[in-house]
């Protein structure tokens, strides 16, 4: 049957027909930013980059999180084969309600020095 997607009300989440969804199912921020220029070029509730250097960065979001039990995933669409990398929490760094530290190691060696990456792209997904 079909079933129809209506935004609700506060706009930070979906409803699906008359049961609904939770909303633990939907992305709760994502962010595409330059990793060299700490420039967001867009986003879902995240309101700032910090850039701690040697590809080290905080994602910080608008509204925060329920709690710190959440998933951070990423992926690169860089223009080059040197910007190959993966994300990771950050060494140590615990994650907060309103703040993620991620990593952006070089996949070929893990190393976080070297040019930074030129398009980040992060997601995040929790209660």
């Known amino acids: 049957s079909l079933k129809n997607i209506i935004v609700n009300e ?5 409803i699906i027909g008359t049961s609904g969804i ?3 199912r939907i992305a709760k921020a994502w962010a595409e930013f330059d990793g060299s220029g700490v420039t ?12 701690h250097g040697n590809r080290d960065y905080t994602i910080n979001f608008s509204t925060a999180m329920t709690d710190a039990n959440y998933s951070i995933v990423g992926s690169n669409i860089g223009q080059t084969a040197s910007y190959n990398w993966s994300v990771v929490t950050g060494m140590g760094t615990a994650k907060t309600t309103s703040a993620a ?13 070297g040019n930074d990456p030129d398009a980040v792209n992060v997601i995040a997904f929790g209660n």
């Open 22 to 24: 939770s909303t633990a």
């Open 40 to 51: 967001l070029n867009a986003s879902y509730n995240v309101s700032s980059i910090t850039d």
């Open 101 to 113: 530290r991620i990593n952006v190691p070089h996949i070929n060696d893990s190393s976080l020095y």
């Open 10 to 14: 506060d706009a930070d989440g979906i």
